[in-house]
């Protein structure tokens, strides 16, 4: 019942600038991290971002481009990618942790044109 929904994703120019959300709404009881992914082809899953209870982390090919943030309800977060290298480029999917629980979006694609 659970629905993580992602957008905001689609094609740019390196250099440029893209924001992306994701609509968090259902049984949502406590959530205690919320973060975003990617996933390229004939890679693993990696962090982009996350914020827990503690602390925020970001990976290390982003750290300093990117900005993970979420509303005053946390029921939206958001990921703003600045200065987009090709590298970038990937499906991008967030999730939240509730109770314990993860819970993943179906993810947006990020094309980043050279």
């Known amino acids: 019942q659970v629905q993580l929904v992602e957008s905001g994703g689609g094609v740019v120019q390196a250099g440029g600038s893209l924001r992306l959300s994701c609509a968090v709404s259902g049984r949502i009881f406590g959530i205690t991290n919320i973060g975003w992914y990617r996933q390229a082809p004939g890679k693993q899953r990696e962090l982009v971002a996350r914020?827990?209870?503690?602390?925020?982390n970001y990976g290390d090919s982003v750290k300093g481009r990117f900005a993970i943030s979420r509303d005053n309800a946390g029921n939206r977060m958001y990921l703003q990618m600045n200065s987009l290298k090709p590298e970038d480029t990937a499906v991008y999917y967030c999730?939240?942790?509730?109770?314990?629980?993860?819970?993943w979006g179906q993810g947006t694609q990020v094309t980043v044109s050279s």
């Open positions: 914020i827990s209870s503690s602390s925020t």
């Open positions: 999730k939240i942790t509730d109770l314990g629980l993860d819970f």
